[in-house]
C-alpha cells in the first residue's frame, strides 16, 4: 500500500568497479570535504518529497558505505545494501528493499548514479512531474558533438546531432512501470529507460544539466571540484581569483571586404560585408582562442595554426578554440572564464552579443566555462571607426586541473 508522505523512493546506485580509476572507488573520493556520493544523498534528503532511500553499493565497499551514511545524520537512507553484477540487478535489489520497507510503496521511485554530486531539487521536480504525465522521465542534455557511425573507425553515416540528447540521472518513473520492467526484462540494458522502452512503453526527457556530470576519470574529479567551487562561490567566482589561476590575453583584428554574411562569434551575421582573413576571418574567436594559448603559456595563435598552412583556409575559427583548448587541457589547464569584447563602428551587434556567448559556450573545451561579450565602437575614430574593419580582445581565465 502506498504511503501518501512516500511519494518518492529513491535508488542511489554506487556499486560499479570504478576501473576507470584506477580501482579507487569514485563514489568514496572527497569533494568539498565530503564524499562524493553524501552530495545527492543530501540533495534527496532535503528533498520534501522523499520517503526513502536505498543506498547501493559494492560488496567492497559496502562497509565504507555504511560508514559514511552512519556519520552524516541523514534519516531517510532505509538501508544500504550491495548491489548485483549488472547495473540492473543493483536496481532491482534497491527497488526490493523500498517496496518491503515499513514506509510502503513510493508512488515514484527514482533511479540516481551516486558518482552524479550536482543534481539539484529542480531536476528532482521536473523529473517526477515529466514522470506523473508520461509514466517515465529521464535527465538529458542536448548532444553538442557530431556523432559519426564508423564501424571499424570507417565513417558509414553522421547523425543529426539535433535529435540526439546525451543521457543523464536521476531516472524518474511511476513506481509501476519501473516495478514491470524489472520483473519482465531480463536481457542486458545501459539504464533502466532501456527495459521499459523495450517492453513499448514511453519515456519523455527532460532538461537536465551540464553540471550534472558523472565522475568516471580522474580529470572528471578535476572537473567536478572546478564546478563545486563555482557553486560553492569560491574561486574567481568571490572575486579574488584562485591563487593558481592562470590569465592570458588575446587580440585580433581584420578589414571588412564586400560579400556577407559576416561571420563572428561562431554566428552568421546578415551584412554586406565579411572580415578578411586566411581562415574565416572571426576575429572574435581568434582573440579567444590567443587568449587561452597565452594562459597556458603557449605561444600564439599563429604557432599553433600558421597561416602559411593551406589546412587552414576557409578554416571555421572554432576549431581553433577548440584546439586551443584541449592542448591547455593536455598542459594541465582548464578554460574556466572568457571575457572578450568585440571592436566594431558597424554593424550594430549589441542583440547578437547573448547567440554568440551561447555558441561559444558549445565549443569543445569551453562547454562549462562562463562566457562574457561585450560590445563597444571607436566612436568614428581610426579605421575602425570608419568602418574598415572589426577589431576584439579577449580575456581567458584557465584553472589548473590538479588537487
Do not use: C
Request: charge should be negative; proline fraction near 3%.
Amino acid at each position: 500500500m502506498s504511503n501518501p508522505s512516500n511519494r518518492l523512493g529513491v535508488i542511489v546506485v554506487a556499486a560499479g568497479r570504478s576501473s576507470r580509476m584506477g580501482g579507487v572507488d569514485k563514489q568514496l573520493l572527497r569533494l568539498g570535504g565530503i564524499p562524493v556520493i553524501l552530495h545527492s544523498l543530501r540533495v534527496f534528503e532535503s528533498f520534501s518529497g522523499t520517503g526513502s532511500i536505498v543506498l547501493v553499493m559494492s560488496e567492497d565497499n559496502l562497509e565504507a558505505g555504511r560508514n559514511v551514511v552512519g556519520e552524516s545524520g541523514l534519516s531517510k537512507i532505509i538501508d544500504v545494501v550491495a548491489g548485483g553484477e549488472r547495473r540492473q540487478d543493483s536496481v532491482k535489489v534497491g527497488l526490493s528493499v523500498l517496496t518491503s520497507h515499513s514506509n510502503g510503496i513510493p508512488e515514484f521511485v527514482a533511479v540516481h548514479d551516486g558518482a552524479r554530486p550536482f543534481i539539484d531539487h529542480e531536476l528532482i521536480e521536473h523529473g517526477m512531474s515529466t514522470a506523473r504525465t508520461i509514466g517515465a522521465g529521464i535527465a538529458a542534455v542536448p548532444v553538442k558533438d557530431t556523432i559519426k557511425i564508423a564501424p571499424h573507425k570507417i565513417i558509414t553515416d553522421t547523425l543529426d546531432r539535433s535529435e540526439l540528447w546525451s543521457i543523464q540521472t536521476p531516472q524518474i518513473f511511476r513506481y509501476d512501470v519501473l516495478s514491470t520492467a524489472h520483473d519482465m526484462v531480463s536481457d542486458d540494458v545501459t539504464d533502466d529507460a532501456s527495459m521499459v522502452e523495450s517492453l513499448g512503453g514511453i519515456v519523455a526527457i527532460f532538461n537536465g544539466s551540464d553540471d550534472n556530470i558523472k565522475i568516471t576519470t580522474p580529470e572528471d574529479l578535476y572537473l567536478a571540484r572546478l564546478i563545486y567551487e563555482r557553486r560553492a562561490g569560491q574561486g574567481i567566482f568571490s572575486g579574488s581569483g584562485p591563487p593558481a589561476s592562470a590569465f592570458g590575453i588575446g587580440f585580433d583584428g581584420h578589414r571588412l571586404v564586400s560579400g556577407g554574411p559576416l561571420r563572428l562569434g561562431g554566428i552568421d551575421i546578415e551584412f554586406n560585408y565579411h572580415l578578411d582573413g586566411h581562415s574565416d576571418g572571426d576575429v572574435l574567436l581568434h582573440s579567444i582562442a590567443s587568449a587561452i594559448l597565452g594562459a597556458a603559456n603557449l605561444g600564439d595563435l599563429g604557432g599553433q595554426f600558421p597561416s602559411s598552412d593551406e589546412r587552414y583556409v576557409n578554416f571555421d575559427s572554432a576549431e581553433f578554440v577548440a584546439e586551443s583548448a584541449r592542448v591547455a587541457l593536455l598542459a594541465g589547464w582548464l578554460v574556466n572564464h572568457v571575457d572578450a569584447t568585440i571592436i566594431a563602428q558597424k554593424p550594430r551587434l549589441a542583440t547578437e552579443a547573448l547567440s554568440m556567448a551561447a555558441t561559444i559556450g558549445e565549443i569543445t573545451g569551453l562547454e562549462n566555462s562562463s562566457i562574457n561579450i561585450k560590445i563597444t565602437s571607436t566612436d568614428s575614430v581610426g579605421a575602425i571607426g570608419d568602418g574598415e574593419g572589426i577589431a576584439a580582445q579577449a580575456v581567458a581565465t584557465l584553472i589548473p586541473v590538479k588537487e
